[in-house]
């Protein structure tokens, strides 16, 4: 195992355990760096899997621990794109190369509970919360409250999966017995007028970089529309949540990439949602509008390597592409990629479903709201596409 100080250098393999859409973009920037790239998940043809130089395909059933010794012996450095992996295999890991960030940080991440603790105990802004052990605790949580009140699974819960809006006494009673058994967290209910997050880079030697703000526009639950730079009325909250996220970097020793997602208040406070150890969907807008990716910077992170510039180089704004857009044919991609602001990226998958990521759209503009408006126009466009090829064969077509 090389020091940590030591850079670790294109030529060199690096590991990241997850096989997701983050993990692909992960290894194109790799790659292009000059690395090799080994992946480790136990689905077959996963998005990652498809660019890596090798894929660590242990399913649940076989013992991990010698396919993750022979994983970092062979990677110089291990890395994150999912957060639902166990700590545990990351510190078998640790033993014999880097893993960065470590299992510490993931763990943290991974549970609200200790999430939020966390960073309240480092005096850092989150929204209020409770442990929640039985109904009578959530009845105690609104007393202080007032009704609604957010109930969420400690664990496992991403892109609103594992939690419910709490709206009254009656509708507690209604859903308890679905979540009675589970780990929960209560969260006050906030009434914020944005949503925002900040990406950060931290590698060995404690260089620091943080993106701009990204605004962010959620529906179902799932991001939706990104965009950058933020509006006019929340630009004045960036240096404090860049510093906030700096000062988290360092508190709790992060060397890799995170974000930090928070909720701007009516009152025009910044509170912390949550945290992801990782890249962020917010930071896909960064492959095609900034000098440095999120991508490549997470590779500079783990390898030690100068930490690129956080530079914007034009406004622009992000789509998600679910699967609800395909029909019985993928979308006609030609209405994108016709027009010369927009960037394409599809993530290999093969089976589309509502509300699964396929990829994204990144558009280019004069100013992010207007960005904001064609990327969403060019989707509208997409799925216009796919009704008008589902039109039966012999049906009159206009």
Not at 98 to 104: L, M, S, V
Not at 172 to 199: D, H, K, N, Q
Not at 278 to 301: I, L, Y
Not at 381 to 396: C, K, N, Q
Request: aromatic residues 6%; proline residues 6%; hydrophobic residues 40%.
């Amino acid at each position: 195992m090389t020091s940590d100080s030591q850079p670790i250098l294109p030529g060199s393999w690096l590991g990241v355990l997850g096989g997701g859409q983050l993990g692909r973009m992960f290894t194109h920037a790799a790659q292009r760096l000059g690395y090799h790239v080994a992946v480790w998940e136990p689905e077959t043809d996963c998005p990652a899997g498809q660019a890596a130089d090798r894929h660590f395909c242990v399913q649940d059933t076989e013992d991990p621990l010698p396919a993750m010794r022979e994983m970092a012996q062979l990677c110089s450095v291990i890395t994150l794109e999912f957060e639902n992996v166990s700590p545990e295999l990351l510190r078998q890991a640790a033993e014999l190369t880097h893993t960065r960030p470590g299992a510490e940080f993931l763990e943290m991440c991974q549970d609200r509970l200790l999430e939020k603790a966390g960073l309240q105990a480092a005096g850092f802004p989150t929204t209020p919360f409770h442990s929640i052990s039985d109904s009578q605790d959530v009845l105690q949580a609104a007393q202080q409250w007032q009704w609604p009140v957010v109930l969420k699974t400690t664990r496992s819960g991403y892109d609103g999966k594992g939690q419910v809006k709490v709206e009254s006494p009656d509708h507690l009673a209604e859903v308890w017995p679905s979540l009675e058994g589970t780990s929960l967290i209560a969260e006050r209910w906030i009434e914020f007028a944005a949503e925002v997050s900040v990406v950060t880079a931290r590698n060995a030697e404690g260089e620091i970089a943080c993106y701009p703000l990204f605004e962010n526009q959620h529906a179902r639950h799932i991001l939706d529309v990104t965009s950058c730079p933020a509006d006019a009325s929340l630009i004045g909250l960036e240096t404090e949540a860049q510093d906030i996220c700096a000062q988290i970097a360092k508190q709790f020793g992060v060397v890799g990439l995170f974000c930090v997602e928070f909720f701007v208040t009516t009152e025009g406070k910044l509170l912390i949602n949550e945290m992801a150890p990782r890249p962020h969907n917010s930071g896909h807008v960064t492959m095609d509008a900034f000098r440095c990716s999120q991508f490549e910077q997470q590779v500079r992170a783990i390898c030690n390597l100068p930490l690129g510039t956080t530079e914007q180089l034009q406004p622009a704004a992000m789509a998600n592409l679910l699967g609800d857009l395909w029909g019985d044919e993928p979308p006609n991609w030609q209405q994108a990629i016709q027009q010369s602001t927009a960037h394409l990226h599809l993530y290999g998958k093969q089976e589309p479903r509502p509300g699964r990521k396929m990829g994204h759209l990144n558009v280019l503009g004069s100013d992010a709201r207007q960005a904001a408006e064609l990327a969403r126009q060019l989707r509208s466009e997409l799925a216009s596409a796919v009704v008008a090829d589902a039109t039966p064969a012999g049906s009159p077509r206009r």
